[in-house]
């Protein structure tokens, strides 16, 4: 099992910026590639970036420019960092752990809200 917990986020005006964070524990040497997902009220989760154990990244064409995924030290924490934020941009955002053997694991969620 691979366990994950989200930090970071809060609430930030419309121009700001915010990184979050995600730490993965467990087995984490199983994991193929992490990412960070968001579910705005009412609206299906979406995706937001991915990066694989190889360090490539890709990106949701909305948010291309804008926020940037990456991983730490020790690579089983994860960043998102988000500029330019705005209103919209307000959910929940989740980080996901993909493993070799095709599970996915999801953390419980950290809320940004952004004013404007």
């Known amino acids: 099992q691979v366990q994950l917990v989200e930090s970071g986020g809060g609430l930030v005006q419309a121009g700001g910026s915010l990184r979050l964070s995600c730490a993965a524990s467990?087995?984490?040497?199983?994991?193929?590639?992490m990412g960070w997902y968001r579910q705005a009220p009412g609206k299906e989760r979406e995706w937001v970036a991915s990066?694989?154990?190889?360090?490539?990244?890709e990106y949701a064409d909305s948010f291309k420019g804008r926020f940037t995924i990456s991983r730490g030290n020790p690579k089983t924490t994860l960043y998102l960092q988000m500029n330019s934020l705005r209103p919209e941009d307000t959910a929940v955002y989740y980080c996901?752990?993909?493993?070799?053997?095709?599970?996915?694991?999801w953390g419980q969620g950290t809320q940004v809200t952004v004013a404007s």
């Open positions: 996901k752990a993909g493993t070799v053997y095709r599970t996915d694991h």
């Open positions: 467990g087995r984490t040497f199983n994991i193929a590639a």
């Open positions: 990066i694989r154990t190889s360090g490539s990244a």
